[in-house]
């Protein structure tokens, strides 16, 4: 039998109103009004043109979002390193599967099925490793929203009441 549907104010554990409130307001804060911040590329990535168009599309796509600071530049960086990479994978892959398998057979066949897995085993451990860099760059809407709890939390302890009241 599957699990009955929650309401969403009971989603939110055992939280006061006040708790509720700053998770709201920080949820908020990390939504779109941010003042200027620049990000400058890395070093990592002065040699890399597809991780430098990868940096500008990223930091388009986040315009207005605050969660990156100048701090965040480095990983930010490898990040985009990891995309590129995740591009050249895939377009030899794409190279890979253009090969005529009919004609091989023996050495060939099992040299062609060893390269193919090993792109693939790369590959997945590239998108693993990228998974987990936008989750903790606030990329995915998980890591936004565990952020913003982040934020809440950090509010609620600077309240010099917050201990007050169960």
């Not at 995309?83 to 599967?97: D, I, K, N, P, W």
Request: charged share 30%.
């Amino acid at each position: 039998m599957p699990t009955p549907a929650k309401r969403t104010e009971n989603m939110t554990k055992h939280l006061t109103n006040a708790e509720k409130e700053a998770r709201g307001e920080a949820a908020t804060s990390v939504q779109p009004v941010r003042d200027v911040i620049r990000l400058k590329p890395p070093g990592i990535m002065k040699k890399n043109p597809a991780a430098g168009r990868y940096w500008k599309a990223v930091l388009k796509r986040m315009d207005g979002i605050d969660i990156l600071d100048d701090l965040d530049s480095d990983a930010l960086g490898v990040y985009c390193v990891m995309l590129s990479r995740h591009e050249a994978l895939t377009a030899m892959r794409t190279e890979l599967a253009g090969e005529d398998v009919g004609e091989m057979s023996g050495k060939d066949l099992i040299d062609y099925i060893s390269a193919v897995n090993a792109l693939e085993s790369k590959q997945q451990a590239l998108e693993r490793n990228l998974l987990a860099f936008a989750e903790k760059l606030g990329l995915t809407p998980s890591g936004r929203a565990r952020l913003a709890a982040r934020r809440a939390e950090n509010d609620s302890e600077n309240d010099p009441n917050s201990d007050l009241f169960g």
